[in-house]
């Protein structure tokens, strides 16, 4: 949640920024406004930050062996990211790279409850490390271990005391408690990787799947690895996201750790939450809809635990004023649209025989596309004008439009308005195939959205 702090305005009155959804002050909030002291890319409904880094399978592997290269000990290499995304495997992977030096546990398993499984993973790698000049201890779940934090916070002290060389890489998928144990016993202690959910790119690149037919299946289907293999038969696929990935997440991961206290409120906001991909809605619509209904302040947690958990991102406003940031609505943004496909009765849409729900799911996977790689993503509305996606990051300034339909230059209105006033960023149109002229006319730069699933936005406006 985004913590202000007021100062005391000209006029003599206090400013106030209390949670209750609404966005308002109780009175004079431009004579206060500078006076916020604002964590950048915060929100009422979201704590992630763009500090991290978010990388796919390729770009994580990389990164994990070149800090592994190191001298030994450097600091704890935590691994989060959602489930079944390839956290284990990336890890077994190290385990055979590194073959004698490396020691391999999964703290979820039935020998992480015997008496001493702790002290005897950290004694075999001081003892690689002294015949070997070098271990590397690899901890899959490692929330399961009780006190883990500090057990590993006071290991990793001993082992720079006595310059033991060391490396341990721990994972989870729990984002909620690895991020609450780091941030209460690591601090300066770990450096934090995420493996994000897979690509159109990694569908046609691992899984072998034309480049014609990849983007369409990841709209359709999203990427969890895991699940490709079952597509040809939709029954168990479905299965396999709600009782391997879903509830997992949600029953498990979540709802264990204490920071729910209504549950069934919890599960009714995710569930409407992906039933409207890449809509805006207000907390009080949204609280409206819901059977169990509760306050916006609880509606506005839960959201932000969402996208922690890495299955729901509420997008925030684009605006250069903080409180209007806090007072418009979200935009909730499904960041697989594997759960779309999987909590939706009717399942995935076809082309033609529902194309305004399909172009929905294309510009849900396109906005998920771009938080899943580490990018700042927003929207942007001044009735009636808006645009869908605001993009900031190593990808550059971009404002985005996505149209799978044939469209006129009019309904470009919004977009080039809001380049107008921001005249930092690029103006983008992500086409259907051969819906690129009215762009054309318009002098804006079109891409099918096909391609900027498989390789993000033109690759010459990079920074």
């Known amino acids: 949640m985004i913590f202000l702090r007021a100062r005391k305005a000209t006029s003599g009155a206090w400013a106030t920024s209390g949670g209750n959804g609404t966005g308002r002050a109780l009175r004079g909030p431009r004579q206060w406004e500078k006076g916020l002291d604002i964590r950048p890319y915060s929100n009422n409904y979201s704590s992630m930050t763009d500090n991290e880094f978010r990388l796919d399978y390729a770009a994580c592997r990389a990164h994990l062996t070149r800090r592994l290269a190191e001298p030994a000990p450097g600091r704890l290499q935590l691994l989060t990211g959602p489930r079944q995304v390839g956290k284990t495997t990336l890890l077994l992977e190290l385990a055979k790279l590194n073959g004698p030096i490396a020691v391999y546990a999964s703290c979820d398993g039935p020998e992480a409850a015997l008496p001493g499984f702790w002290e005897r993973l950290w004694t075999q790698a001081t003892e690689i490390a002294q015949s070997q000049r070098k271990a590397i201890l690899l901890l899959d779940e490692v929330q399961h271990v009780t006190d883990w934090a500090a057990r590993l916070k006071a290991e990793w002290d001993r082992l720079r005391r006595h310059r033991t060389p060391v490396h341990a890489v721990a994972t989870g998928s729990s984002a909620l408690r690895v991020t609450s144990g780091s941030r209460e016993s690591l601090a300066g202690r770990f450096e934090r990787l995420t493996l994000v959910h897979w690509t159109a790119a990694a569908l046609r690149d691992i899984f072998g799947i034309p480049a014609a037919e990849a983007p369409d299946l990841f709209v359709r289907f999203g990427c969890y690895p895991g699940a490709v293999g079952l597509l040809n038969d939709r029954p168990r696929w479905r299965a396999y996201i709600r009782d391997a990935i879903v509830e997992p997440a949600v029953g498990r991961d979540i709802l264990a750790i204490g920071a729910i206290r209504r549950p069934a409120l919890f599960r009714q906001v995710f569930v409407f939450s992906a039933s409207l991909p890449a809509q805006i809605v207000s907390l009080q619509k949204l609280q409206g809809q819901l059977r169990d209904a509760g306050a916006l302040e609880t509606i506005a947690h839960y959201l932000s635990i969402l996208e922690e958990a890495y299955l729901v991102a509420p997008v925030e406003k684009f605006s250069p004023r903080p409180l209007r940031r806090r007072a418009a609505p979200p935009k909730l943004v499904t960041l697989n649209n594997a ?28 906005l998920a596309h771009a938080w899943n790689a580490g990018q700042r993503v927003l929207y942007w509305r001044e009735e009636p004008l808006e645009v869908d996606g605001i993009i900031e990051g190593s990808w550059g300034t971009w404002a985005v439009e996505v149209k799978t339909r044939p469209f006129q230059m009019d309904a470009l209105t919004g977009l080039l308005e809001f380049c107008r006033r921001h005249p930092r960023f690029r103006p983008l149109v992500l086409t259907g195939t051969g819906y690129h002229e009215a762009a054309r006319q318009a002098g804006v730069t079109a891409q099918p959205w096909t391609d900027f699933l498989l390789s993000g936005p033109p690759q010459a406006a990079r920074d």
């Not at 999987?342 to 396109?366: F, H, I, M, Q």
Request: include cysteine; charged fraction near 25%.
């Open 339 to 366: 759960l779309l496909a999987a909590l939706d009765p009717a399942g995935a849409p076809d082309t033609s025989a529902d194309p305004e729900k399909y172009g929905r799911w294309v510009e849900n996977a396109c």
